[in-house]
Every structure is written in C-alpha cells, then in structure tokens.
C-alpha cells in the first residue's frame, strides 16, 4: 500500500512536531492521537477507508462532519468536541508550513470556531461529604487500604486524576516537611505539601507493598491486581463505587448523583478558599498557570458571598410599618376615609 500525504503528515506532527518541537506531555500527543483515530473512523464511514484518506479529502466540509457526529452520534458535548478541534487545529497550524500548496483549506479549517461552552454550577462536596467518602474504603482488605490511601491523597493534594496516576514512590519526600512532587499539564512540575494526617495514611501502604525500597523507585505508586499502574476508568470506578456506598448510609449527609474524581480537586479548592487561604496559593498547589483560572472557586462560593453580603449590609427598612402592613383589618381602615 502507497503511503498517502495524510498519512506522512500526521505521522511527522505526531511523532516529530509535538514531542521534539512543541515539547508536548505524552497525555497530550495522546489526546490528540485519540482524536485522529476518531476522525480516520468517521472518514470509513463515509467511504473513505485509511488507505484513501489525502490531505486533499481531509477539508473544511469533513471537518465539521466529524464535529457534528462527534456531537450527534457520540453524543460529546461542546467542551469535547472544543477539545477535538484544538487538536484538529494544530494540526493543520502544523500542516500549512509543510504543504504550503494546501495554505488556503488549511486556514479555512483553522478558521472553524469554538462553540461557547454552557456554564454550569461547579460540583463539590462539603467537608463531612468527604468523610462519609472515606469512610467507605474497608480497611481491612488489601484494596480497601490502597483505595483509602488513593482517594485521601487525590483529595488532600487537589491532584488530577492523570496526576495521581502518574505518581511514583519517588515523588514523596517523607519526613519533618512531607511533600509531593505532581508532574502536570504541559510537564509542569509542582510541590504540594502533605500533612501529618496524609503521612501516616500513606507510609502503612508505601512498607505493606515494599515501595520504600528503592529498586521501587519507579513503580507506580498505586497500581491493580496485574501490577500495572491504575487508568482513568479504574480511578473513576473506584470512586464512584465508594460514592454509591456513601449515598445508602443514613444519615444527614447526601452525596450528589453526579460525582467525578476532578469532584476531589474543586472541594479540596473550596475548602482551602472557605478556610481563607490566599488564592495565590491555592493557585500553586492545584498548578494552574494564571490565578485567573483560580478565581473561579471564589465567583463559586455561594457562603463566602452570602457572608460578605451580610457584613456590608445596612437595613433600609423603616422602623415604623406603614398602617396597612400593620392593620389586619384593611378594609376597617379603608372604611375611615
């Protein structure tokens, strides 16, 4: 089979573009991976097999068909289909330079827009939602002792799930000062500090599965039945099954039925921010880059503002009511003129 141009393309912006001149994390050449081999899928089922598929098929009109199944038949929302077309787009940045012959559908397909995305009320857990989570995990089981130390560790760190897959032994500095050393996105490496609490959860786990050793430096820090470290999937698994435990407890606590592992990290933000933790700090242990991104926890907090509001209030309220707010009798008054 004749290499086509597409394929040539999309294996050099892969393979040689993003890691070499873009300096791309592998969860990113990932993502953008996954949303080629999307495409290659939805260019089969119009006809065109991977064997045909040119940069000169590969047009604005297939674009936004690929776009609008992603929405119609895969049922994606706006924020994943924005997400597929950033990488759709730097690929194309990419493609305009090597085959300038094809500058004008390329710009034609960079010029396809966002769709703005719907804003929804950020989803967090209370404080004592989270330790009816945790009290979940049975800790007299393997499992339970690695999910327990798993889901207080996501919690207490504010780390994406990725993050916390991606941890090894390596990156904890136990002693007088714990920290944890959380590669992020764009490999952007951040310290967060750990305290007492978190320690004395994770060092029982760290000596039962000998990751203290140093031969086990780089082995995942949690990881399943096959030694391998956890995926997405699996984290999410475990925390919507303990999610479930929690919601059939009684009491006064109630979980909300949509619950994710980025849950976690937004209350761990809250409850640093409730606590009156600088937004700039907050900012530099979840990592993100502006503390723009940061001051959504703040224009979130519905107690922070009701409190503020409170504060500032003066009353306006005349101390006298007016006679028809104090007499029972309206028409008994209205009788007398």
């Not at 290659?40 to 097999?49: E, S, T, V």
């Not at 945790?134 to 002792?145: A, I």
């Not at 990592?287 to 519905?302: F, I, L, P, W």
Request: with cysteine; proline share 4%; charged share 25%.
């Amino acid at each position: 089979m004749k290499p086509t141009n597409f394929s040539k393309c999309l294996t050099g912006f892969l393979t040689g573009y993003l890691p070499h001149e873009r300096g791309a994390s592998k969860n990113t050449i990932s993502a953008y991976r996954d949303t080629f081999i999307l495409f290659i899928n939805y260019m089969k089922i119009q006809g065109i097999p991977v064997s045909r598929l040119t940069l000169e098929n590969t047009n604005q009109m297939a674009i936004v068909g690929f776009l609008d199944w992603l929405q119609v038949e895969r049922k994606n929302g706006n924020a994943t289909r924005n997400a597929r077309l950033a990488a759709i787009h730097a690929f194309f940045h990419y493609m305009q330079y090597q085959y300038p012959e094809h500058l004008y559908e390329c710009q034609k397909i960079l010029s396809i827009p966002m769709k703005r995305k719907a804003v929804v009320p950020m989803n967090y857990l209370t404080i004592d939602a989270i330790k009816m989570l945790l009290r979940q995990p049975d800790t007299r089981t393997v499992r339970g002792r690695r999910d327990l130390a798993l889901l207080s560790l996501m919690y207490d760190t504010g780390a994406r799930v990725q993050e916390i897959i991606d941890l090894t032994p390596s990156s904890l500095r136990l002693d007088k000062l714990s920290t944890i050393r959380i590669n992020g996105k764009g490999n952007k490496t951040r310290i967060v500090p750990m305290l007492d609490e978190q320690v004395k959860l994770l060092e029982p786990y760290l000596k039962e599965h000998d990751l203290l050793q140093a031969y086990n430096d780089v082995h995942p820090l949690f990881f399943n039945s096959r030694n391998e470290k956890l995926t997405r999937a699996g984290v999410n698994h475990i925390l919507l099954k303990y999610a479930d435990m929690a919601r059939k407890t009684t009491g006064e606590v109630h979980l909300p039925e949509k619950i994710s592992c980025h849950t976690l990290r937004h209350s761990k933000a809250m409850h640093l921010l409730q606590a009156g933790v600088n937004l700039v700090y907050i900012r530099d242990i979840l990592g993100h880059v502006s503390v723009q991104t940061t001051e959504v926890y703040a224009r979130a907090d519905s107690r922070a503002k009701r409190e503020a509001i409170q504060r500032a209030y003066t009353s306006v309220v005349p101390e006298k009511q007016p006679v028809w707010l104090s007499n029972e009798n309206l028409l008994d008054w209205l009788k007398r003129f």
